[in-house]
């Protein structure tokens, strides 16, 4: 499976960023996509995850600021970011969950925002 996220950048506090992550190739059907971040010298944690059927979770640090959706069609997930602050600044991954257990991880694209 293919996981290309995109839309990562710099910004400055209060702004928005919309992060993009595109799954293709996979044998078998999407049941899940999440996106995580990960701090240097932290462990990588969960912001966000959406089943196919459209029910969303929220990591408690994001609820109200972050929006996850999800384009079944296009097998396309997308967070919208609003409100940022410095300490959303990580490299945030793409998670993509199929059928049989297959897991799928991008590359990471970097989010910085500045004070």
């Known amino acids: 499976v293919q996981v290309v996220e995109s839309g990562g950048g710099s910004v400055q506090a209060g702004g928005s960023l919309r992060l993009s992550c595109a799954a293709s190739?996979?044998?078998?059907?999407?049941?899940?996509m999440g996106w995580y971040r990960q701090d240097p010298g932290k462990q990588r944690e969960m912001v966000a995850l959406?089943?196919?059927?459209?029910?969303?979770n929220y990591a408690e640090n994001v609820r109200g600021r972050f929006t996850i959706s999800l384009d079944n069609a296009k097998s396309t997930m997308y967070l919208l970011m609003n409100d940022l602050k410095p300490e959303d600044t990580a490299v945030y991954y793409c998670?993509?969950?199929?059928?049989?257990?297959?897991?799928?991880w991008g590359q990471g694209t970097q989010v910085t925002v500045s004070s």
């Open positions: 998670k993509v969950n199929s059928d049989r257990d297959l897991i799928s």
């Open positions: 190739g996979s044998p078998f059907g999407i049941n899940a």
């Open positions: 959406i089943l196919n059927n459209g029910r969303t």
